[in-house]
């Protein structure tokens, strides 16, 4: 990363602090705030309804961008991108609107310690409803995903394994495709919370042939409140809606109504129109830099944090000992001292990392911890952010023994 490209975000030209918090959300480049306010001062009209010329004019922007992210993925068609609001939402989608209709007693759910609550708490309240179990793979000793234990639980009764492609706190990449390959086998289908993989690496839906992936704008420098449900179609094609009312229609009569063809069926009433513009903005910035590019910068950034770190005396760092294994994630706690403590005085040093469970609670509780400090990096991060967060844990750890900095 040169200076030019952390000007690219106009959070970094205020008074400086060191933003370490990308793993929850992305500071946005200038062209994408830019995107946003042009839509509404230039071209605000609603999509699909329309017959006007800036009505079709915005319809067609907003469905380019469909194209747009069914080849920043690799999807088939664009038939297969549904827009939500997040990933939350999509993978809510994909458990009540999909699951939900085929489930039964004595199926099974197969997920993993590490996932965020947003891929654990919709299968809770599934297997409650349907009656099926929820199995969990366990980590191995390197507290990476255990494959052996995967292998185990693997049989004919699981009918899902929804997975993260990159834990949120661990930092560790999950073999997808491998694990897809598997749990085809024996006829499950792979569900897949991509929200710390996209915009961060090269994914492609149909290498790694999941069945639904799921993933963010706000984590890949778009928008907040929008996000993408990818489905191969012919199973996309059996998810029910959850929600119902304006647009998805094709025909409504006095008691029954019919709807449309995907992807439109499950996009009821009037869209995020300036988030998906946002989200093809993000999507330009992105290839103008290059994936391959930010991931090396990222990874890079990611061991020479990693290496400072583990340095500290009273330092641990979860996950993996592999630097290589932490994807611009780093969780860790000092002995002694509570994360939200810790937390509090980094940032009177101008340093902002994540404190807390991280919406992953069992993680936490399989770690036998109650919380961690989160240090995520990208772009727009270099070697002095980590210089000034290993300086400031030193001032830290220091003000806890003496009282005083």
Known sequence: MNSQERLDFPFFKQEKLIYLDSAATSQKPQSVIDSLVNYYSYNNANIHRGVYALAQKTTDQFEMVRNQVAHFINAKKSEEIVFTKGATQSLNWVVFGYFARFL????????????????????????????????????????????????????????????????????????????????????????????????????????????????????????TGIGVLYGKYKLLDQLKPVEYGGEMIDEVDYQASTFKELPLRLEAGTQNIAGVIGLGAAIDYLNQIGLKRISKHNQEITELAFDKLRKIPGLKIYGSANPKEHHDVISFNLAGIHPHDAATVLDSFGVEVRAGHHCAEVLMRYLKIPACLRASFHLYNDESDVLQLVSAIKEVQRFFKHGTV
């Open 104 to 223: 039964k007693p004595g199926d099974e759910i197969l997920i993993s310690v590490m996932e965020h609550h947003s891929n654990l708490v919709p299968w809770q309240e599934l297997a409650k409803k349907t009656g099926a179990e929820l199995r969990y793979v366990k980590l191995d000793q390197n507290e990476q995903l255990d494959l052996d234990d995967l292998l185990t639980k693997l049989n004919s009764r699981v009918k899902v394994v929804s997975i993260a492609q990159v834990s949120n706190v661990l930092g560790c990449i999950n073999p997808v495709k491998k694990i897809a390959s598997l749990a085809h086998k024996f006829g499950a289908l792979v569900v897949v919370d991509g929200a710390q993989a996209v915009g961060h690496m090269t994914v492609d839906v149909g290498e790694l042939d999941c069945d639904f992936y799921c993933f963010s704008g706000h984590k890949m420098f778009g928008p």
